[in-house]
Nanobody, 124 residues
Framework: EVQLVESGGGSVQSGGSLRLSCLASGYTASSACMAWFRQAPGKEREGVAAVYPGGTTTYNADSLKGRFTISRDNAKNTLYLQMNSLKPEDTAMYYC?????????????????WGQGTQVTVSS
């Protein structure tokens, strides 16, 4: 059974940082595309960043480049999202996702494995 378990969310003031983690199990993490999504209240879920299985190729949503960094440690089956210079508009539920493929990892609509999410709240 595939499981994705996020952690690291919380409350932070504007300008602060958080690092989210996602522990994957039930599949070979090194063979899967992985990504972070977020969903703010009243808004649709959006892709934040994605990383290819090897970990060296990443893709970021244009609006978040320079502030958010995705990475993965395949030896630990763990995905990360480093978030810096956080803004109130970054407040959302953040989800880890995976797709059992090694290609087109930037194709956010094709992700079909999901964690339950971790809440990030940024106050001004």
């Amino acid at each position: 059974e595939v499981q994705l378990v996020e952690s690291g969310g919380g409350s932070v003031q504007s300008g602060g940082s958080l690092r989210l983690s996602c522990l994957a199990s039930g599949y070979t993490a090194s063979s899967a595309c992985m990504a972070w999504f977020r969903q703010a209240p009243g808004k649709e879920r959006e892709g934040v960043a994605a990383v290819y299985p090897g970990g060296t190729t990443t893709y970021n949503a244009d609006s978040l480049k320079g502030r958010f960094t995705i990475s993965r440690d395949n030896a630990k089956n763990t995905l990360y999202l480093q978030m810096n210079s956080l803004k109130p508009e970054d407040t959302a539920m953040y989800y880890c996702a995976a797709r059992l493929s090694s290609t087109l990892c930037y194709a956010f609509p094709q992700y079909n494995l999901w964690g339950q999410g971790t809440q990030v709240t940024v106050s001004s």
